[in-house]
């Protein structure tokens, strides 16, 4: 079956390292990838996306990896702050039924925690 | 812009109780969705709707009803509260397919079934 799944459940850093979360996905046929960060009693919050065409996208202090050989996404966080804390979801798309409606299979979740 | 606002933050049900989560949009997104997230997994998707008067089952629909009369509203019907669905509920939403762009998600609807 499709999975997202995540290989460290929690990750602390110090304030000012570079912080990388990873996420293994298991749908060869997913082309959109997405992450997201969730703070305590908050939605989740868009933080950066990428599409199969690509290995890497760049944001504001954040790089997508994509390497699609070994389904494997990363997310890198530069200069990691204490407001970076939070639970980040990776996500990929996946295509049930016959209608055409791609929905998000999300991962469980990652706690990065930044100390000072 | 409020963007996804949901109503209410928290409550709490009886068994056998209903109740609707309230959700409605400002962006004139055409998709809407309702997830719900327990304690160290993912989201799931309950239902969701690619228009208005359009809405379709998503993973795990069951105890669950949704209607969609307008391009901003979603609300989120329980008919029997059960003890199984206690959970935080999150209403998102996006222009176009979820697959292939980002949802924007509100601040989620937090209920305990007791």
């Not at chain 1, 990873?22 to 703070?39: G, H, L, R, T, V």
């Not at chain 1, 407001?83 to 791609?102: H, I, K, L, R």
């Not at chain 2, 933050?9 to 989560?21: A, D, E, V």
């Amino acid at each position: 079956g499709e999975s997202v799944g995540l290989h460290l459940p929690t990750l602390s850093v110090q304030e000012g390292d570079n912080s990388i979360i990873n996420c293994a996905y298991s749908n060869s046929a997913s082309d959109y990838f997405i992450w997201y960060k969730q703070e305590s009693g908050k939605g989740p919050q868009f933080i950066i996306d990428i599409r199969s065409n690509m290995d890497k996208r760049q944001g504001q202090r954040v790089t997508v990896l994509l390497n699609k050989t070994v389904k494997h996404l990363s997310l890198q966080i530069a200069a990691t702050q204490p407001g970076d804390s939070a639970v980040y979801f990776c996500a990929e798309n996946s295509t049930p039924g016959n209608t055409g409606f791609q929905k998000l299979v999300f991962g469980t979740g990652t706690r990065l925690l930044v100390s000072p | 812009n409020a963007g996804v606002t949901q109503t209410p933050k928290f409550r709490i049900l009886k068994i056998g109780q209903s109740m609707t989560l309230q959700c409605t949009q400002d962006m004139n997104h055409n998709y809407m969705y309702w997830y719900r997230q327990d304690p160290g997994m993912g989201l799931k998707l309950i239902y969701y709707s690619v228009g208005a008067g359009i809405t379709d089952k998503g993973e795990v629909p069951n105890g669950y009803n949704v209607s969609r009369s307008t391009t901003e509203d979603f609300p989120l019907r329980l008919e029997l509260a059960a003890p199984s669905q206690t959970s935080v509920y999150f209403c998102a939403s996006s222009y176009r397919n979820a697959g292939n762009q980002p949802q924007h998600f509100g601040d989620g609807t937090r209920l305990s079934i007791l």
